[in-house]
């Protein structure tokens, strides 16, 4: 019998699992404490639950399907990049990032991503599916162990990893939920951004289910021409539709959004880019954060010059915006955005060594 990933099931769903199988509820809350709350993932060091009952846990259930392989860490020490592997030799990462003291981690939602944006290394892998709610809770599970073991723990979680997290919406906002519940982390929404390419259905849906769940949006230009250029759902989900939905999402939720813009020499941070994204941030409570572009093998973009950076972000901020000018973190293991893309042949080498 094929066994059912118990970190799949929120505490509802396994109560109901629970009962089905003759077992009492109030076991299914002490399971999912374990497994939730103190990560905890073998069912005989579940002390306060019997032995005859985790024989029949062990039957019907597995606990999770994502083994860790192996982690590097920067130069610096800032930057912990995370590989995981999946059932059918899949395999992702994901991204611990540590900024004055509080720590953030870059999860994944999909492998590869179907949005195939020009400058993305995650778009250059063959997409080859979801992930599954565990799977997400599990990458956040495995980074908070590594924080417990010295005396740590996450502050922000951002779906910023590989995939487009809008693409697996269910999968990513379960995976949030119980992170938030009393029994499991207890980790407030707040303090959870989800960054997506611009799909505007799915904007639409997330600003009636989630008021809470911080949203930024992957602009890099405000120009529908050179945006197409760059990620082709700008072709479906265009500027003006893009900008309608996002109003909406503002209006209803009275949240700051988060725009990223990618700084791509002779393209998209020369002065006429500038005045076009001041009049389009008229319209938000805005903070834009501009991203160096983080250089990708085989791709024809440039990296702008520091000085170069700067003017434009000297621009935007003399006219009021409100705008960070990131710096680059971890590219020298490749795990700064949209470096993430699994070189197979590369594990292969490590493990022979
Ligand atoms: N799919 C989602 C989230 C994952 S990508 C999205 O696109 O928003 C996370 C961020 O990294 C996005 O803003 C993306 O545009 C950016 N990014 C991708 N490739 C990059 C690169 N080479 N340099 C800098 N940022 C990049
Ligand atoms: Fe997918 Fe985001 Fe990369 Fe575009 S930038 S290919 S949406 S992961």
Request: with cysteine.
């Given at each position: ?352 060594n």
């Amino acid at each position: 019998m094929l066994k059912i990933d118990i970190l799949d099931l929120n505490l509802e769903e396994l109560e109901t699992e629970f009962l089905n199988m003759g077992l009492k509820k109030f076991n299914a809350k002490q399971v999912y404490q374990w497994l939730h709350q103190k990560l905890v993932f073998d069912f005989d060091e579940f002390t306060n639950i019997s032995k005859e009952v985790r024989e029949k846990l062990k039957e019907k259930f597995e606990i999770g399907t994502l083994k860790y392989i192996t982690h590097q860490v920067s130069k610096d020490k800032q930057t912990v990049k995370f590989l995981f592997s999946l059932p059918g030799k899949r395999l992702i990462e994901s991204v611990l990032l540590k900024y004055k003291n509080r720590y953030s981690i870059c999860v994944s939602s999909q492998v590869g991503c179907p949005l195939k944006c020009d400058f993305c290394a995650t778009g250059m892998m063959k997409f080859e599916k979801n992930l599954k709610c565990s799977e997400i809770l599990m990458q956040f599970y495995y980074l908070q162990k590594f924080l417990r073991e010295k005396n740590d723990k996450i502050s922000n979680v951002v779906f910023m990893g590989m995939g487009e997290p809008f693409l697996n919406y269910d999968a990513v906002l379960k995976s949030i939920n119980m992170l938030n519940s009393k029994e499991g982390q207890d980790f407030s929404k707040r303090n959870f951004t989800i960054s997506t390419s611009g799909l505007i259905n799915e904007i639409n849906k997330f600003t009636i289910d989630e008021k809470q769940i911080k949203l930024a949006i992957s602009l890099h230009s405000v120009n529908d021409e050179k945006r197409s250029s760059l990620m082709p759902i700008n072709k479906a989900n265009p500027l003006a539709k893009l900008k309608e939905s996002l109003i909406n999402y503002q209006e209803k939720t009275k949240n700051r959004i988060t725009f990223e813009y990618i700084l791509i020499d002779d393209f998209n941070c020369e002065k006429e880019d500038a005045v076009e994204l001041v009049k389009f941030m008229k319209s938000f409570n805005h903070l834009i954060n501009l991203i160096p572009y983080n250089k990708v093998e085989g791709k024809p973009y440039v990296t702008p010059s520091r000085e170069k950076q700067r003017e434009f972000y000297n621009y935007l901020v003399s006219h009021n915006l409100n705008v960070t000018l990131r710096e680059t973190k971890g590219d020298d293991i490749q795990a700064a955005c949209g470096q993430l893309k699994v070189k197979k042949e590369e594990i292969i080498n490590e493990k022979n060594n």
